[in-house]
C-alpha cells in the first residue's frame, strides 16, 4: 500500500506540472494584451510662474554642509554624500535641527503667500476668459 501511496504522489506532482503547462501563456498572448493597455496621460505641462514648494530642514541643512561634506569626501559621488548628509542630520541634536526647522517655517509661509497670490491671479484669468467666450457666444446669437 505504500507503493501505491507513492506513485500516487508522483502522478499527483505530474499532473501539477501538466497543469502549469497549461496555464503558460505563449509570448503571443502576452504582446496582445500589450496593445489593449491604456495609453498613459501626457504630463500636464509645469507654469512656469507658480511659486516654488516650501524647502524642508533638511535641505536647508544640506545646502549648508555639502560644500564641507564634499571637501572631505571629494571622491565621494552624488549619492554617497547625500547618505553622508542623512547621517550627519541623523546626528545632530534636536535644538541644532530647531534652527533649520524655524527656516522651513519661514519659508513655507512665504510660500503659501505666494501661492495665495498665484491662484487669485489664475482664477481672475479663468473669469476673464468665461467672461470674454459668453460675450462672444452671445453676440453670435444676434446675428
Same mark, same amino acid.
Given at each position: 500500500?505504500?507503493?501505491?501511496?507513492?506513485?500516487?504522489?508522483?502522478? #499527483?506532482?505530474? @499532473?501539477?506540472?501538466?497543469? !502549469? %503547462? +497549461?496555464? $503558460? &501563456?505563449? *509570448? /503571443? #498572448?502576452?504582446? @496582445?494584451?500589450?496593445?489593449? !493597455? %491604456? +495609453?498613459? $496621460? &501626457?504630463? *500636464? /505641462?509645469k507654469d512656469p510662474e507658480e511659486p516654488r514648494?516650501?524647502?524642508?530642514?533638511?535641505?536647508?541643512?544640506?545646502?549648508?554642509?555639502?560644500?564641507?561634506?564634499?571637501?572631505?569626501?571629494?571622491?565621494?559621488?552624488?549619492?554617497?554624500?547625500?547618505?553622508?548628509?542623512?547621517?550627519?542630520?541623523?546626528?545632530?541634536?534636536?535644538?541644532?535641527?530647531?534652527?533649520?526647522?524655524?527656516?522651513?517655517?519661514?519659508?513655507?509661509?512665504?510660500?503659501?503667500?505666494?501661492?495665495?497670490?498665484?491662484d487669485a491671479k489664475k482664477e481672475k484669468e479663468?473669469?476673464?476668459?468665461?467672461?470674454?467666450?459668453?460675450?462672444?457666444?452671445?453676440?453670435?446669437?444676434?446675428?
Amino acid at each position: 500500500m505504500r507503493v501505491n501511496n507513492d506513485d500516487s504522489s508522483t502522478d #499527483d506532482s505530474s @499532473s501539477d506540472t501538466e497543469v !502549469k %503547462k +497549461k496555464v $503558460k &501563456k505563449s *509570448k /503571443k #498572448d502576452t504582446k @496582445s494584451k500589450k496593445d489593449t !493597455k %491604456k +495609453k498613459k $496621460k &501626457k504630463k *500636464k /505641462k509645469k507654469d512656469p510662474e507658480e511659486p516654488r514648494r516650501s524647502l524642508s530642514p533638511f535641505i536647508f541643512f544640506s545646502r549648508e554642509h555639502r560644500p564641507t561634506v564634499k571637501a572631505e569626501n571629494p571622491s565621494a559621488g552624488f549619492g554617497e554624500i547625500g547618505s553622508l548628509l542623512g547621517t550627519k542630520w541623523g546626528q545632530i541634536s534636536a535644538e541644532e535641527k530647531k534652527r533649520y526647522e524655524v527656516m522651513a517655517d519661514e519659508d513655507k509661509k512665504r510660500w503659501q503667500s505666494e501661492k495665495a497670490k498665484y491662484d487669485a491671479k489664475k482664477e481672475k484669468e479663468k473669469e476673464s476668459k468665461r467672461d470674454q467666450s459668453s460675450s462672444d457666444s452671445s453676440s453670435s446669437d444676434s446675428d
